[in-house]
């Protein structure tokens, strides 16, 4: 068995999860942040059969997508005096991280 763990975007993740569990995969979802833009994204446990893990990962593939976003970021101006103006940049949003490990042992209770 498999535990696969796929990092998403929020905006990606409720057509993910809808995607998963028609395809008949059990999905945990856990609400996370990440750190490099401070933004909401979506952690989802797939518990699956090693020959299932191509097939998941599949699904994410087709549904999580990487797209263009401009977001603002403060830019010191002043560093003395603490004055900082707001920029816009350009970044890369969306797509997945996806980890698949062994499972030992699983257990439903």
């Known amino acids: 068995m ?3 763990i796929a990092i998403v975007q929020d905006d990606d993740a409720g057509n993910l999860l809808e995607t998963l569990t028609e395809s008949g995969f059990g999905v945990t979802k856990l609400a996370t942040t990440g750190g ?58 969306g797509g997945a991280n996806i980890f698949v490990v062994d499972v030992d042992k699983f257990v439903r209770i």
Request: proline share 5%; charged share 25%; with cysteine.
């Open 36 to 93: 490099f833009l401070k933004a909401g994204n979506t952690t989802l446990m797939i518990g699956v059969e090693e020959k299932d893990v191509s097939k998941v990962i599949d699904r994410i593939e087709e549904v999580c997508k990487t797209r263009k976003q401009v977001i603002t970021t403060p830019s010191s101006v002043a560093s003395s005096t603490g004055v900082y103006m707001p920029y816009p940049v350009e970044v890369e949003v």
């Open 2 to 4: 498999k535990l696969i």
